[in-house]
Every structure is written in structure tokens, then in C-alpha cells.
């Protein structure tokens, strides 16, 4: 059985890198250390999007019995999206749970990914404090994606005013990715913030 899945994702390795319509939607797949069961993916940030000009890596492991299983996958770069966990990287996607099916493929799983970044689905959070801001507070849930995308995938936009608020609780002790956390649990409140990071 183990042996099928090699060939199967050799197979879709070899169509990743040589579709057209990937090399446009800059999405990568690679081999950890040469085993087919841990594999990299890369992912680019949708156009007009928040995440636009960002590399997003993810973390792919397959299973013995794929494709009759889904593979297990999820963000190490870190993201501000209402179907992935701000803390965990972990993914909200029907297709990586009940629907998949064997047919399927990582390019379509890679591509599905990259559309949920464009289209969220706040009623299915992964993360409910970001599917909540996302519903209440859509401009501050797009500054705040746009200052993560910024930070932690290499995206063009920085948001001075968050940087600014970051260094302030870094001067008091506090590690920048706590800062950054709690600010953006509490849309940017210094002082909402810094007590709920020494309550």
C-alpha cells in the first residue's frame, strides 16, 4: 500500500512542478529529506487580498494509506485567518477532513488552500477570537492580516502604527510574538492587551 502512495506523490510532485497554472499561482511542493510522507508546500497570498505578497510554507504529512486518506497539513508560517489557527497553523477545510476524496490531489488541496485565504468562512472558524473580528470589524480584521503577512511571510505592506504598538510592550519585557498576539486579540488595544498578558 505504502508503495502506491510513493508513486502517487511522485507523480503529483512532477505535475506540481510542471503545471503552468501553478507556476502562475506560485505554489511549490517538495520532499523532506527524501521521504514521500513529509513533504513542504509553499503557497503564494492571493492578489487583493490581505496576503498579497506573501510566501506562505506548510507543513504536508501523508499518510501510508493516501490517497484513500487525507493528508495532514498546516501552516508554519504564521497567519492571521479566520479557517487557521493563529497559534497552531492548524487548517479548517472540509476537503482535508470528510470531504476528501481519492481522486484528489495535493496540487488541488494546495490550490483549495490558497482560494480559503481569498474567501474565508467565518461561520466554520478554525480560530473563532479571528472569525470573530473578521464578522465584527472587517477593517481592523484586514490591517491586522495585512501586519501578520507583513511580519511572518515577507508581504510589501508593513503596518507602522502595529510595529509601533509591538515595540512599546517589547520595551517592557515582553517577547514581540506575545505582543503581537495579544494586540491583535484585542483589535490593536494597548492596554486591553498588556493586562490581559499580566492578569
Known sequence: MANIAAQRIRRE????????????????????????TELKGEIGGPPDTPYQGGTF???????????????????????????????????????LKD???????LRTVLLSIQALLASA????????VVARQYRETPHMFQMTAMHWTNIYAGGP??????NQKVRVLAEIGVTEQVARAAL???????????????K
Open 57 to 95: 510554507t506548510l507543513e504536508i504529512k501523508v499518510p501510508e494509506t493516501y490517497p484513500f486518506n487525507p493528508p495532514k497539513i498546516r501552516f508554519l508560517t504564521k497567519i492571521w485567518h479566520p479557517n487557521v489557527s493563529s497559534v497552531t497553523g492548524a487548517i479548517c477545510l472540509d476537503i
Open 157 to 162: 505592506t508593513p503596518v507602522y502604527e502595529f
Open 121 to 128: 468562512e467565518p461561520n466554520d472558524p478554525q480560530d473563532a
Open 13 to 36: 510532485i512532477k505535475e506540481v512542478m510542471k503545471n503552468e497554472e501553478i507556476t502562475g499561482a506560485s505554489i511549490k511542493l517538495e520532499l523532506i529529506e527524501n521521504r514521500w
Open 99 to 105: 470531504q476528501w476524496a481519492a481522486a484528489l490531489t
Open 184 to 198: 491583535s486579540t484585542y483589535n490593536w488595544d494597548i492596554e486591553r492587551a498588556t493586562e490581559e498578558i499580566f
